[in-house]
């Protein structure tokens, strides 16, 4: 039996650090602050998101920093669905700022914690005049009163995906009116 010790030891020691990770990564991404408000859109920021409100391309606009990775909000109003919205924004904003631009074939369905149902493609693209690759998501919503909201994930390419969940999380909290 002594000769388990050790090795019992380090497996308990492993799991302990394991679990710890979870624990602390879950206690670092709770709702922090008050709400963040781009035109009627509102989001809850977690824990280390840092947030600045204004605008952008004329519509009220927000963005959310953690490091590197950046969640901007945009709100406007639409006639027409989130697929039509979501285009539009590639076609207007994200293509016309992009060097090089991949975006994702098929647009995933989401729904916000309201119930408000909206479309996600993700993409890759190298953007301003240093060519810097990025990685993101955008995701557009369109309430029954013609409040869209436009939210763009994105970060450095291969980081992106460390704050993945926390923008998924703000985009499905967000309140649109």
Do not use: H
């Not at 679990?19 to 991404?29: D, E, L, Q, R």
């Not at 995906?161 to 703000?170: F, H, L, N, Q, S």
Request: charged share 20%.
């Amino acid at each position: 039996m002594k000769r388990w010790v050790p090795a019992l030891a380090v497996a308990s020691l492993i799991l302990a650090v394991v679990a710890g990770g979870y624990v602390v990564a879950s206690a670092m991404s709770l709702p922090s602050g008050p709400p963040v408000e781009a035109g009627l859109v509102k989001v809850f920021p977690l824990s280390g998101w840092q947030s600045r409100e204004g605008q952008a391309a004329g519509v009220p606009a927000a963005r959310l920093t953690r490091g590197n990775a950046n969640l901007d909000v945009l709100s406007t109003e639409a006639s027409a669905g989130p697929e039509f919205v979501l285009a539009r924004y590639v076609r207007d904003v994200l293509e016309p700022a992009a060097g090089r631009l991949s975006i994702s074939d098929s647009a995933d369905e989401v729904v916000l914690d309201s119930g408000l149902p909206g479309l996600r493609v993700a993409y890759v693209g190298s953007f301003g005049d240093r060519n810097v690759q990025v990685e993101g998501e955008v995701t557009a919503v369109v309430s029954a009163t013609g409040t869209a909201a436009i939210f763009d994930a994105w970060g450095p390419e291969g980081l992106f995906g460390y704050v993945r969940g926390d923008t998924r999380e703000m985009v499905t909290t967000a309140e649109v009116p």
